[in-house]
């Protein structure tokens, strides 16, 4: 796996829970949140809460500053605009060469019904 693939696919995993998108969102409201803030937030275990945040770090979507025995969590500014143009990079080929052949994305059921075909 390439390594564009390979960061595309962490990202994707860690956005794959609900909990995390909602803990990424809570940490993107404010400058910094600490652990034991987002354990109060949210209905899950001290133990979750950290995996999720582990998950997040991991994928470079949050990074973590430590003071004594604190945890501090930030957004890292333009991870999620760096990941969209990365998946876009990945298939813009894909994209074109369907398009290219005659078969190009099609239109959603709704778009098809809404011009009464079916």
Known sequence: MKASTARVASVA???SDQTRIELLLAIAMVPEHSCAELVRAFPVSQATVSHHLKILVGAGLVTVR?????HHYR???G??????GELIDIFAPAGRALVARGRGPQRPAASRIARGAR
């Open 79 to 84: 991870a999620l605009a760096a990941w969209a």
């Open 66 to 70: 430590r003071s004594g025995q604190f």
């Open 13 to 15: 995993k860690a956005l």
């Open 75 to 77: 957004v890292v500014p």
